[in-house]
C-alpha cells in the first residue's frame, strides 16, 4: 500500500512540473495547485506548481526508495 501511495505521489509530482512548463493541455491544466486553490489563477501563479512538484516528486520518491 504505501508503495502504491508513493508511486501515485511520484507520478503527481511530475505532473506539476510538467504543468508549470506545458500550456493548454486539458489534463495538466486540470492538476494544477493554483488552479485548485486560487480563485483566478494566472500565468504568474504557475510557478507554484513546479515548487509543489519538486517537493511532493521529491518526498514521494524518497519515502519509496528509504522504505
Do not use: C, H, Q, W
Not at 13 to 27: C, D
Not at 35 to 51: A, D, F, H, I, K
Amino acid at each position: 500500500m504505501n508503495t502504491t501511495v508513493n508511486i501515485i505521489g511520484v507520478l503527481y509530482g511530475i505532473t506539476l512540473v510538467l504543468a508549470a512548463f506545458i500550456r493548454g493541455n486539458r489534463i495538466l491544466e486540470s492538476m494544477r495547485v493554483d488552479g485548485l486553490v486560487m480563485p483566478n489563477p494566472t500565468e504568474g501563479s504557475r510557478p507554484v506548481n513546479l515548487l509543489l512538484g519538486l517537493l511532493v516528486a521529491g518526498y514521494a520518491a524518497y519515502s519509496l526508495l528509504k522504505g
